[in-house]
């Protein structure tokens, strides 16, 4: 099973862009659909994107699409999430995952706080 | 608005067993796999089903879901304070080409 640890997350101005970081340690990474999923402050947990462990198309959810992109390197077992145009409802704490079959997330990374302020 | 409706909240005593509703529609629940998470605020989600019904290695059997149809459901038994959670089903929709979480239920232990 991998081990997810997320990094990156930080103020930032509105219209602002940011880049977050997950390195997964495990020896499955190349083969596993890596996702970001994000909770903003007293709301439910939303999926924002995925990426196949083959690197073919992404997926992204409409609020995010356009604006975000989920990409990784899977030499160094890394994946990331480019956010640019940032407005003040991504402010949320963002979870990287690994997706298994049936779209299921599991494990989680441990999260990271984005805040966008106006 | 989600796409998949859970009440807001529900509660149980110990030792009670509580249900949480999922309702859907066939461009999700009724063709594709439901997956149950629970998440205590401040902490990482954890995967409690997949699949429908299937529960991951090291979740208690206290656990339990089904679905019919648009609709699917997360049983716990033997309701203990610990319990007290969020808990979200997601699905993947077909229409809407993403993964789907419903808008949690809050579980109290009274």
């Known amino acids: 099973e991998l081990r997810l640890v997320e990094s990156g997350g930080d103020l930032v101005q509105r219209g602002g862009s940011l880049r977050l970081s997950c390195a997964a340690s495990g020896s499955t990474f190349s083969r596993s659909t890596m996702s970001w999923v994000r909770q903003a402050p007293g709301k439910g947990l939303e999926w924002i994107a995925s990426l196949s462990g083959r690197g073919g198309d992404p997926f992204y959810a409409d609020s995010v699409k356009g604006r975000f992109t989920i990409s990784r390197d899977n030499p160094k077992n890394m994946v990331y999430l480019q956010m640019n145009s940032l407005r003040a409802d991504d402010t949320a704490v963002y979870y990287c995952?690994?997706?298994?079959?049936?779209?299921?997330?599991?494990?989680w990374g441990q999260g990271t706080l984005v805040t966008v302020s106006s | 608005q989600s796409v998949l409706t859970q009440p807001p909240s529900t509660s149980g005593t110990p030792g009670q067993r509580v249900t949480i509703s999922c309702s859907g529609s066939s461009s999700n629940i009724e063709n594709n796999r439901v997956n149950w998470y629970q998440h205590f605020p401040g902490t990482t989600p954890k995967l409690l089903i997949h699949t429908d019904s299937e529960r991951p290695s090291g979740v208690s059997d206290r656990f339990s879901a089904s679905k019919s149809g648009t609709s699917a459901s997360l049983a716990i038994s033997g309701l203990q304070s610990e319990d007290e959670a969020d808990y979200y089903c997601a699905v993947w929709d077909d229409s809407l080409h993403s993964v789907m979480f419903g808008g949690g239920t809050k579980l109290t232990v009274l």
């Open positions: 995952a690994t997706t298994n079959y049936g779209q299921s997330f599991d494990p």
